[in-house]
């Protein structure tokens, strides 16, 4: 089964600190990982992809990381802001389907 | 672009009744997902079209549940009859084609309570 879990259901942050989220899978590795931002009351939006082959991908202030070896995908959030608090949701994909699976999604607070 | 449209946004409905949700997927998008979302479970693929054509519906909980995608611009899923155990946010996206790593672009969410 193509499982993917986010360890922390919520996280809460000083305002200027940097939040790390974890997002670890089971079984095989998928081809890409996804991140997606849902505010309360809407759908998910896309944030970053990063691939199997890469390490790290940036963003402005985000960053995601993709380690095979711990079967693991960390996302940063540098210099967080209050408007950075929402719930975050990981997604595996692979390769020959555009089909997603999510974790569960973490909520982070940054606390002025 | 409107974005994905999902119609109605909120629906109450009593226990045995049919419940069709609407969605209009952006335009030129060729791939529509259903997802149902619930504190316990999280977000969960019900099934997705790739041109119009179901690909995996494996995520379809029962035979109460139903989805059709009659055009490139509109697809419904339907509940007949829904049950309390239905009630949920249930979200429509859609993504372009030309490969598996096209990020999807989510609807509102029409939010189902069932009595």
């Known amino acids: 089964s193509q499982k993917i879990e986010q360890n922390s259901e919520a996280l809460n942050i000083q305002e200027g600190k940097t939040a790390t989220l974890t997002c670890n899978y089971t079984?095989?590795?998928?081809?890409?990982l996804q991140w997606y931002r849902q505010d309360p009351g809407r759908g998910p939006v896309f944030l970053l992809l990063i691939r199997e082959n890469e390490k790290e991908k940036r963003k402005e202030r985000l960053k995601v990381t993709f380690d095979t070896t711990l079967k693991q995908s960390l996302f940063h959030i540098t210099a967080s802001q209050p408007a950075d608090s929402a719930t975050y949701l990981c997604?595996?994909?692979?390769?020959?389907?555009?089909?997603?699976?999510f974790g569960t999604g973490t909520r982070l607070t940054v606390i002025p | 672009d409107a974005g994905v449209i999902q119609s109605p946004r909120h629906e109450v409905t009593e226990m045995g009744q049919e419940v069709t949700l609407r969605c209009k997927p952006i335009s030129g998008h060729n791939s529509l997902f259903w997802y149902r979302q619930t504190m316990m479970r999280g977000l969960e693929l019900l099934i997705y079209?790739?041109?119009?054509?179901?690909?995996?519906d494996s995520g379809m909980p029962e035979d109460r549940f139903s989805a059709k995608m009659p055009n490139a611009s509109f697809s419904t899923l339907k509940i007949q009859p829904s049950e309390p155990r239905d009630s949920a946010v249930y979200f429509c996206a859609s993504s372009s084609g030309g490969g598996d790593l096209n990020e999807q672009f989510f609807g509102p969410g029409t939010r189902l309570t069932v009595l």
């Open positions: 079984n095989y590795s998928p081809a890409y």
């Open positions: 079209f790739n041109n119009n054509v179901p690909i995996d």
């Open positions: 997604a595996r994909g692979q390769t020959g389907a555009n089909n997603l699976f």
